[in-house]
Structures are given as structure tokens and as C-alpha cells.
């Protein structure tokens, strides 16, 4: 079985630029989430989705965060512009439904430096 | 908003030695429980859960976990650490009341030294 996809591996931007990670998740996932997991922290949820419409989004900074799902499959996260506090690893991860007791897919994540 | 606790941040070991990694939550109704490792150089991945019925749970590679309600703990054990087990553990709590997000704890790093 495939796992969660993500790319690119690395980024390093400076501030300001915008950068812009991909995912794509297990085959019939229907709930997809983002994570940002900064150095030292655990991950913070930015977004989740259910198909291709967003189930939660609070934690995202929308100022200068934005993510779609436009077909329910793969996602984009974008950022725009970033700031140095923005350095951290994003985590995309799946599951089949979203229920409460699933576990969740992860996939190897973006490690975005912001110099 | 749900909060998880991870009070041991690095946790150094010999081999054999027994492990216990402390794990609380702050919700007080129906909770699903994880806990996810990562070992170096790889992806997150689930180690056990709990989610309902005996409240000790068995998960891969030796481990296992115990739900306290009282105490709002699920602490993660091992009795006998394995060079192999180095890695970082993330516990992780999913409210059933509430907004079902997956929040997690800020993670154990584990050294388990040959």
C-alpha cells in the first residue's frame, strides 16, 4: 500500500517569498490533515478536510495561510508571505473516514526553512 | 481546547531498562487515546490506541499503555528498552465530545543506549 506523499522534502525561502507543499494522500483517505510541527513542539493542527471541504480550520493563520482540497484528493498548502517563525516541519496525514477511534497516516513532511 | 501533557522531554536509557513516558490530558468526557512514534529518519506511525474496553492496551514491539480516567493519564510502558526503540513518542487524544481534532502532545525523546 502506498503511503502519504508529500513534497518537496526541503524548502529554504527567505522572508516574505511564498512557498506552496504538496500532498497526496492513501487511496480512499477522505479526511486529510495538515500539521506544522515547529523544533521542540508536538504537531499543531493547521486544517482538516473531509473530501473537499474543510471540516476545521481555526488554527490556521488565514492572514497568510491558505490550503485546498479542490477534488478531494490531493492538497495544497500555501504560504504567502512567510515569516521567520513560519521555519518548521509540515506534516500531511490521512485517514479512511475521520472518525474519532482511526488512526492517522502520516507522511514524511516538508521541512521548511525561512531565513 | 483538549491540551496534552508530555512532562518527560528526553529520556535516556540502557538497554533493558523498563521505560514509563507520562502522558495526561486535560478533557474530561469520552476520549480515544494514541500514541505515535517516530523513529529516526522516518515517518510518524501509530504504536497503540484506545478507545474503548480494557483499559490496558498492548501495542507493537512491547509496548503497552494503561487508560487512568481518574487521573487523565495514558502512559506509555516498556519493560525491557531495545537499542532499537530510539525515537521520539508522541501522545495523542482525539475528544469525542467536542471537535474531534487529533491534538497532540509535544513528544518524548527516547535514547536507549547499547
Known amino acids: 500500500e502506498a503511503g502519504v506523499a508529500q513534497s518537496p522534502r526541503y524548502k529554504i525561502i527567505e522572508k516574505r517569498q511564498s512557498v506552496a507543499f504538496w500532498c497526496n494522500p492513501i487511496s480512499g483517505h477522505a479526511t486529510l490533515y495538515w500539521y506544522q510541527q515547529i523544533l521542540g513542539q508536538g504537531p499543531k493542527l493547521l486544517i482538516q478536510f473531509q473530501n473537499n471541504g474543510v471540516v476545521d480550520d481555526s488554527q490556521l493563520p488565514k492572514d497568510r495561510f491558505s490550503a485546498e482540497r479542490l477534488k478531494g484528493v490531493d492538497s495544497t498548502l500555501k504560504i504567502q508571505p512567510a515569516k521567520l517563525e513560519d521555519s518548521a516541519v509540515y506534516l500531511c496525514?490521512?485517514?479512511?473516514?475521520?472518525?474519532?477511534?482511526?488512526?492517522?497516516?502520516f507522511g514524511s513532511g516538508t521541512q521548511l526553512s525561512v531565513l | 481546547a483538549q491540551s496534552v501533557s508530555q512532562h518527560n522531554h528526553h529520556v535516556i536509557l540502557s538497554e533493558a531498562a523498563s521505560l514509563e513516558l507520562g502522558c495526561n490530558y486535560s478533557y474530561g468526557g469520552t476520549v480515544n487515546l494514541f500514541w505515535y512514534v517516530q523513529y529516526p529518519g522516518q515517518h510518524l506511525q501509530l504504536l497503540l490506541k484506545?478507545?474503548?474496553?480494557?483499559?490496558l492496551v498492548k501495542g507493537i514491539k512491547g509496548f503497552e499503555a494503561e487508560f487512568i480516567k481518574s487521573k487523565f493519564s495514558f502512559n506509555l510502558r516498556k519493560p525491557s528498552v531495545q537499542w532499537s526503540d530510539t525515537a521520539e513518542y508522541f501522545c495523542a487524544v482525539i475528544d469525542s465530545g467536542g471537535s474531534y481534532i487529533p491534538t497532540f502532545g509535544r513528544g518524548t525523546s527516547l535514547i536507549v543506549h547499547p
Open positions: 496525514a490521512s485517514s479512511l473516514q475521520g472518525t474519532t477511534n482511526e488512526k492517522l497516516f
Open positions: 484506545y478507545f474503548s474496553g480494557d483499559p
